[in-house]
């Protein structure tokens, strides 16, 4: 081998042996020469902006040099016109832990990630026309429950007391033990045959992830029939 081939040979096991240091880290952009020592790839813009690619966890970071996630952006982001669906039954809720500025899966319940449900109860051979306590076993914890219609079987209806009295319907979802209940009547009245009817009540089931619970807002109309609040809820 001659001493020009000894010579170029010694280089290009030089450059072997230090590739892995020369091209370690890739700086594009504004300061070419500076780049943090913690990334792969850093592109920066004119104004100081960094997109980066860290060496010790792969983390991207768009818009900052310390990715605290495998995606963490600092600042908006637009999301452009996509494919849409026609039902979201194999779809999941995506909000962001305000906390970390995370990113999240909705996850209600280890085997529920809708935020709002709706369910249709049926209650057969009811006493009358009065449900006083039906527990839907729904976790008070969890979710809201709002009843949103009701219908009973029974249209003619008499007073209870022998009275022409008026019977209105009386129907709300409360809170017992845990869970929530629901309670329907025509207040004063029972069904004119004396027997038992049938009532469907349809109700919204809302994850409390999504709802902020304010305080009671307790106001004296000093038996009037108008008044005003001292002030709009706190927490809005």
């Keep these: 081998m001659t001493p020009k081939q000894l010579l170029s040979t010694g280089c ?12 370690a880290q890739v700086k594009v952009g504004s300061n070419p020469t500076t780049i943090g020592s ?7 813009a004119t104004n100081g902006n960094k ?11 768009i818009g900052t040099a310390t990715p ?42 280890p ?4 935020p709002l449900s709706n369910v249709t109860y049926n209650l057969t051979n009811v ?25 009973y079987s029974k249209q003619n209806l008499v007073s209870s007391n022998n009275t022409n009295t008026y019977n209105p319907l009386v129907f709300r979802a409360y809170i017992l033990n845990g869970t929530w209940r629901i309670q329907a009547d025509y207040a004063g009245g029972t069904t004119a045959d004396n027997l038992n ?14 709802i902020q619970q304010l305080p009671t807002q307790n106001v004296d109309l000093g038996g009037t029939n108008t008044g005003a609040a001292a002030a709009s809820p706190a927490g809005l």
């Design 51 to 61: 997109t980066v690619v860290q060496k010790d966890n792969g983390n991207v970071g």
């Design 68 to 109: 605290g996630a495998k995606l963490h952006v600092a600042g908006n982001q637009i999301l452009g016109q996509a494919t849409s669906l026609s039902s979201i039954s194999a779809t999941s809720q995506v909000v962001r832990d305000n906390s970390t500025g995370e990113l999240k899966v909705l996850q209600v319940t």
């Design 38 to 44: 913690n990334a792969n790839l850093e592109v920066e």
């Design 127 to 151: 006493q009358r026309d009065f449900v006083s306590n039906f527990d839907t076993k729904i976790n008070s914890n969890d979710y809201t429950v709002i009843v949103t219609g009701l219908y």
């Design 12 to 23: 290009f096991l030089a450059a072997l042996m230090t590739s892995s240091t020369l091209f």
């Design 111 to 114: 085997t529920n990630s809708f």
């Design 197 to 210: 009817g049938d009532w469907t009540i349809n109700c919204l089931v809302i994850s409390k992830a999504l």
